[in-house]
């Protein structure tokens, strides 16, 4: 992993926009690529005057959506059984899956939208939204609005946390905890506010005297 992380922040020096686009598509499938340390780095080339702060946000909002949009239609293809049975020989464990499996058939195109703010089910919830059936078109715009607040959230912060010597020094294990330091408490506020949107369909789900429909994620 250390090798590789590396290789991805040369990407990001070397292919610009490009770069960008791949290890975010990456990132939203099932390569734990770690969007720390691709966004900032490239917000910090836009500071620079190297590349353009609002061509890195949507480089990487766009390959968010492509990287979770392949994920959604090979799950939907596959299937559950499949998922299960050969997901472990690509960092899918049976467990964050069926974890990510009840979130998003309990909280839909919500669930969808706040799983792109969180780490670790980022890269795992269009996997289930496939799996279930979630209308496409849904599923795209909730996929798209929270990768891209995600990816603007990234960009404005780790351009304020990235320094000349932290670049220079060519470490992504120490970007990445830069970076994460800084952004602590706004991944707090985030799940704060999931598991308020989370008790609120409960409690709307439990006043209408069932559980949440299997339209919300099948069409």
Known sequence: MHNLLHV?????????????????ALES?????????????????????????TGVILAGTIG?????????????????????????????KPAKVDAAHAW???????????????PVVRHLVSIPAGILEMPFAR????TTVGAGLWC???????????????????????????VKAKLGMIVVGIVVLAVAYGLMIFLKNRAAGGAPKVQETKG
Do not use: C
């Open 64 to 92: 968010s959506y492509v990287g979770s949009a392949v994920s959604y239609w090979i799950s939907k293809w596959v299937g559950l059984p499949v998922v299960h049975r050969f997901g472990k020989y690509v960092f899918l």
């Open 139 to 142: 599923f795209s715009v909730a």
């Open 29 to 53: 499938s099932i390569v734990p690529v770690p969007s720390e340390v691709v966004m900032p780095p490239a917000a910090y080339l836009a500071s620079q005057g190297k590349l353009d702060m």
């Open 104 to 118: 998003v058939h309990r909280f839909g195109a919500g669930g969808i939208f706040f799983a792109r703010l969180l």
């Open 152 to 178: 603007t959230i990234l960009s404005v912060y780790g351009a304020k946390v990235i320094t000349p010597e932290l670049m220079a020094a060519n470490d992504p294990e120490a970007l990445i905890k830069a």
């Open 8 to 24: 991805w922040f040369s990407w990001v020096e070397n292919w610009g926009y490009l770069g960008v686009f791949l290890l975010m």
